[in-house]
C-alpha cells in the first residue's frame, strides 16, 4: 500500500510500504477514507534532522473496518470508525478516568510498527477501545466534520473544559489556527459570553467569528494585550486557551488573564520553561491543559456534528489525494492553506 513517510525537515515522501496484517487479537484493519495534517506534523516537518531511515507520520483518520481480531468486540467489517489520536484500550485506570492519553497499554501512531495516518490502511492495536463506529456511509458529506473527532475538535474542547469554561465566561483564545478556531467553537458550545479572538489572519478569524468569537485582536505582543484589555474593561478575561505552543504565546496568555484566572494550553509547547513567577502567584493564577485525550469527548461531541448544528469540518480549506500529501505539507507550514483533508 502506499503510505506517507517523514525523512526529515522539509521531506515528506509518500511511498510504498508492506500492506498491514492483524497481529494480535486486539487488532483491525481499517482502510482510510479520509485523513488529515495536524498543526503537530509541521513540528518535525520544520525541525527534523535529516536521515536515512523515514518514520510514518499522521495520527488523525477516518475509515471503514476490513477486518478484526478474535478478540475485537463490537466491530465488524464495513463499520465506518473514527480513530482518536492515540490508540488506548479504554478500559485501564487511567482510561475509566478519562485520560486515554496515560493507557497503560496504548501508544501513538506511527511509531513502534504501529502504522500512520497517512496512509492507504492501518493496523489498529486495541481496536475495541480505539475505535469508535460512526453511524454514517462511506462517502457522507459529513466526513470532514467527523474527521475533526480525531485530534483538532476534542483539543479545542479540552482546552476549554480544563480551564473550566461554562455559561457566561469571558474568554480570550490565542492563536488562528485550527486549534484555536476549534477552542472558540468549543468554547462557545460551553457557554461563554465574551470571546476574543487573538490572531492576524482575516480568512481564519472570519471563521472564527462564524464559530462563535465577539471580538478579534490582530495586534500581537504588548499591543495585543492592551487591546484585550480594552476589550475588557482593563481586567483581561477570566480564561484564556492558548493553542499556539510558543513562548510568546504563553506569555500573551498570563498577560491577558484576569487575576484569579485560568491559562489552559494545548499547543503543543515549544518551549521549556513557563512564566510563573511571583507576578503570576501574587496574581492567582492557575495554569492547566495538555495534550487532549480525544477518546473521552468523541462520543459527547459526535451528536451535534450528526445533527448539523455544528460543523468543525470548515477549518478544511484544502483537499489532496494521497500522493499530493507533501504539497499538504507545504501549504499548511506556507500559511496558504489553514487545515488539509487528504483522500487517499
Ligand atoms: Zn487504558
Same mark, same amino acid.
Given at each position: ?30 482502510? $482510510? ?23 510514518? =507520520? ?5 475509515? &471503514? ?6 478478540? $475485537?468486540? @463490537? ?31 496504548? *501508544? ?15 493496523? $489498529?492495536?486495541?481496536?475495541? *477501545? ?6 454514517? @456511509? ?34 480570550? &483564545? =490565542? ?7 476549534? #477552542? ?32 478579534v485582536v490582530a495586534e500581537r505582543g504588548d499591543e495585543g494585550v492592551e487591546r ?15 493553542? &499556539? ?5 504563553? #506569555? ?41 485525550? #480525544? ?5 459527547? +461531541?459526535?451528536?451535534? =456534528? +450528526?445533527?448539523?448544528? +455544528? ?25 496558504t492553506a489553514l487545515k488539509v483533508l487528504v483522500r487517499p
Open positions: 500500500m502506499r503510505a506517507t513517510m517523514i525523512y526529515g525537515a522539509g521531506d515528506v515522501r509518500v511511498e510504498t510500504v508492506p500492506d498491514p496484517v492483524l497481529h494480535e487479537p486486539t487488532d483491525a484493519l481499517v482502510r $482510510v477514507l479520509r485523513s488529515c495534517v495536524c498543526g503537530s506534523d509541521l513540528w518535525p516537518y520544520r525541525s527534523r534532522p535529516a536521515g536515512e531511515q523515514g518514520d510514518r =507520520i499522521g495520527h488523525e483518520f477516518l475509515g &471503514v473496518v476490513e477486518d478484526v481480531g478474535t478478540d $475485537v468486540g @463490537g466491530l465488524r467489517r464495513g463499520d465506518v470508525v473514527v480513530a482518536p489520536f492515540v490508540w488506548a484500550d479504554n478500559t485501564c485506570d487511567f482510561c475509566r478516568e478519562g485520560l486515554q492519553t496515560s493507557c497503560r497499554h496504548g *501508544g501513538q501512531w506511527g511509531a513502534d510498527g504501529v502504522d500512520g495516518g497517512q496512509g492507504e490502511a492501518v493496523r $489498529v492495536p486495541q481496536a475495541a *477501545g480505539t475505535l469508535v463506529k460512526l453511524p454514517v @456511509g462511506e462517502d457522507d458529506e459529513l466526513l470532514p466534520s467527523l474527521l475533526t473527532l480525531s485530534d483538532v475538535f476534542p483539543t479545542g474542547h479540552h482546552c476549554a473544559v480544563t480551564a473550566g469554561v461554562g455559561p457566561g465566561t469571558t474568554v480570550t &483564545v =490565542i492563536g488562528d489556527g485550527a486549534v484555536g478556531l476549534m #477552542a472558540v467553537l468549543a468554547a462557545r458550545r460551553l457557554g461563554a459570553e465574551q470571546i476574543v479572538l487573538m490572531g492576524r489572519h482575516e480568512q481564519r478569524t472570519d471563521l472564527g467569528r462564524d464559530f462563535g468569537a465577539t471580538d484585550v484589555r480594552e476589550l475588557t474593561g482593563g481586567d483581561g478575561t477570566r480564561v484564556v486557551l492558548e493553542c &499556539v505552543g510558543t513562548e510568546q504565546a504563553i #506569555a500573551t496568555a498570563f498577560a491577558v488573564a484576569r487575576d484569579g484566572g485560568t491559562v489552559s494550553r494545548v499547543g503543543a509547547p515549544q518551549y521549556e520553561k513557563v512564566p510563573m513567577g511571583f507576578g503570576e502567584f501574587f496574581r492567582n493564577l492557575t495554569l492547566t491543559g495538555g495534550v487532549a485525550p #480525544a477518546r473521552a469527548y468523541i462520543e459527547e +461531541l459526535m451528536p451535534e =456534528i +450528526l445533527d448539523g448544528t +455544528l460543523r468543525p469540518g470548515r477549518v478544511f480549506d484544502r483537499t489532496v489525494g494521497l500522493e499530493q500529501v507533501p504539497d499538504g505539507y507545504r501549504a499548511m507550514n506556507d500559511r
